[in-house]
T-cell receptor
Framework: AQKITQTQPGMFVQEKEAVTLDCTYD???????LFWYKQPSSGEMIFLIY??????QNATEGRYSLNFQKARKSANLVISASQLGDSAMYFC????????????FGKGNQVVVIP | DAGVIQSPRHEVTEMGQEVTLRCKPI?????LFWYRQTMMRGLELLIY????????DSGMPEDRFSAKMPNASFSTLKIQPSEPRDSAVYFC????????????????FGNGTRLTVT
């Protein structure tokens, strides 16, 4: 079974500062994908970034980057130059192979950006 | 491009009534998922389909819940009879397996249906 762990309490971040959101995972699959989603207070789930288990380079997407450490089974999200609109809940998720095609989510990290 | 479309956005019903939630996936996507989100339990997968065939329904809470996908462009999640503990936000999501490595593909979510059962 896949397990995603996000344990940080709610975070306050100063505008224009960087923030790192921790995510660890556990799986027996050799091939898998890691994803981060943003859920603002309006409720929609927004896909941010993807990292494949065989990707050697860390994924980047604009101000988002993923710090992938496969041996440690961690996939931390880094948001650079925080903006007020980044205030949201952030979810780490994993999608496996060999029948584990579901997307399993962590509990989420709450981020509040303050001016 | 149109995203995943869910209806209704909000549903308020009384205990014991039948509730039907609807979803139109992104055209061409071959996977469809139903999730439920609550404060207590977070995001839970209820069921998912591949090419209109249910693959894993182990997350469906009980017999009161049923889901169908009669064609590639439409799915329903039905609760009969509804109970107050079913109150949650229900998300539909779809994805496209382009490469044969489905774990590469992100899920694209609809805006959700907020269900309140009184």
């Amino acid at each position: 079974a896949q397990k995603i762990t996000q344990t940080q309490p709610g975070m306050f971040v100063q505008e224009k500062e960087a923030v790192t959101l921790d995510c660890t995972y556990d799986t027996s699959d050799q091939s898998y994908g890691l994803f981060w989603y943003k859920q603002p207070s309006s409720g929609e789930m927004i896909f941010l970034i993807y990292q494949g288990s065989y990707d050697e380079q860390n994924a980047t997407e604009g101000r988002y980057s993923l710090n992938f450490q496969k041996a440690r089974k961690s996939a931390n999200l880094v948001i650079s130059a925080s903006q007020l609109g980044d205030s949201a809940m952030y979810f780490c998720a994993m999608r496996g192979s060999y029948g584990n095609n579901r997307l399993a989510f962590g509990k989420g990290n709450q981020v509040v950006v303050i001016p | 491009d149109a995203g995943v479309i869910q209806s209704p956005r909000h549903e308020v019903t009384e205990m014991g009534q039948e509730v039907t939630l609807r979803c139109k996936p992104i055209s061409g996507h071959d996977y469809l998922f139903w999730y439920r989100q609550t404060m207590m339990r977070g995001l839970e997968l209820l069921i998912y389909f591949n090419n209109n065939v249910p693959i894993d329904d182990s997350g469906m809470p009980e017999d009161r819940f049923s889901a169908k996908m009669p064609n590639a462009s439409f799915s329903t999640l039905k609760i009969q009879p509804s109970e107050p503990r079913d109150s949650a936000v229900y998300f539909c999501a779809s994805s496209l397996d382009l490469t044969g490595r489905v774990y590469n593909s992100p899920l694209h979510f609809g805006n959700g249906t907020r269900l309140t059962v009184t």
